[in-house]
C-alpha cells in the first residue's frame, strides 16, 4: 500500500528496539485503517530497509509487512 494524498493525517512517531529510538510515520486516512511506514537504518549506514505496516482496527495487533 503505497502513501498517496488519501492520508489526511501524518504523526511522527518513536518506536523502541532494544535501546535504540526508531522514528516512524504513522498515516491515518478516512478509512477504518492506519498505515505505518519504518525506516530502519543498521549502524553501518549501508544498506537501508524501508517497512511498511497496516492496522485494522479492527485486527488492532495483526501487522501486516510490505
Known amino acids: 500500500m503505497a502513501l498517496t494524498d488519501q492520508f489526511v ?8 528496539l ?15 485503517s492506519l ?3 519504518l ?6 549506514g549501508k ?5 511498511f505496516y497496516e492496522l485494522s482496527y479492527d485486527e488492532a495487533v495483526c501487522f501486516e509487512v510490505y
Not at 493525517?9 to 523502541?16: A, D, I, Q, R, V
Not at 532494544?18 to 477504518?32: A, D, K, L
Not at 544498506?47 to 517497512?51: I, L
Open 39 to 44: 525506516s530502519l537504518t543498521p549502524p553501518s
Open 35 to 37: 498505515s505505518l511506514s
Open 18 to 32: 532494544g535501546e535504540r529510538s526508531v522514528p516512524g510515520i504513522f498515516s491515518s486516512s478516512s478509512s477504518s
Open 47 to 51: 544498506h537501508k530497509k524501508t517497512h
Open 9 to 16: 493525517e501524518k504523526t511522527t512517531l518513536e518506536f523502541g
